[in-house]
């Protein structure tokens, strides 16, 4: 069966799609369960319209990939959910101050896709991780988040890049969660 790489970098990931899990699983995950909370969370990113996403499985072990180094994901807004297995060290990091955050198992952690981040290097055991590339086509179509450019549209398969649907909310207005 041919297999695709979750992202340049990691070498031992799988993408859920080929297996077939994005209608039955992740398509209704972020529609029912993770919008509404990035709606409140990133308005600015089209947090009420994330229409699209890439969803895979990260595997790090000691004879194979051991870190992820700092990168930004193509993507809005991420979810990286610890699926454990027992591992040691490997901390997930964030910012040019490389703030590290430990990733408890079964946990989600949201992220602005273009925060820097990577993972530490781990010690011993397995580390795995769900990771999902949301995206919203209303700013991705004014704006290539990975060249900052206005994008050519072609046609692709499946969710593709994440740049054409359109979104029937408006982008919503920035809420002020503290008031
Ligand atoms: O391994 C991790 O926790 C981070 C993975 C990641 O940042 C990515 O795949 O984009
Ligand atoms: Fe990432």
């Known amino acids: 069966m041919p297999k695709g790489r979750p992202n340049s970098m990691n070498n031992y990931g799988v993408l859920l799609n080929e ?52 990168h930004y994901d193509n993507a809005e807004v991420t979810l990286n959910v610890s699926l454990g297995k027992d591992f040691t060290e490997g901390n997930l990091y964030f910012g040019d101050f490389r703030q590290e955050v430990e990733h408890v198992e079964t946990q989600g952690l949201l992220h602005r896709g273009g925060q820097i981040h990577g993972a530490l290097p781990i010690a011993s055991g397995e580390r795995w991780n769900l990771i999902i590339w949301m995206r919203s086509s209303a700013i991705r179509n004014q704006l290539c988040p990975m060249c900052n450019q206005k994008p050519q549209l072609v046609e692709a398969e499946g969710f593709g890049d994440g ?15 503290c008031s």
């Open 19 to 70: 297996l077939g899990m994005d209608e039955s699983f992740i398509t209704p995950l972020r529609e029912k369960y993770l919008r509404p909370i990035t709606a409140l969370l990133y308005p600015d990113l089209g947090g009420a319209c994330l229409d699209s996403h890439k969803a895979f499985v990260v595997k790090y072990s000691l004879h194979e990939d051991l870190d992820l180094s700092s």
């Open 163 to 177: 740049f054409t649907e359109t979104c029937e909310e408006d982008v919503p207005e920035t809420v002020d969660l």
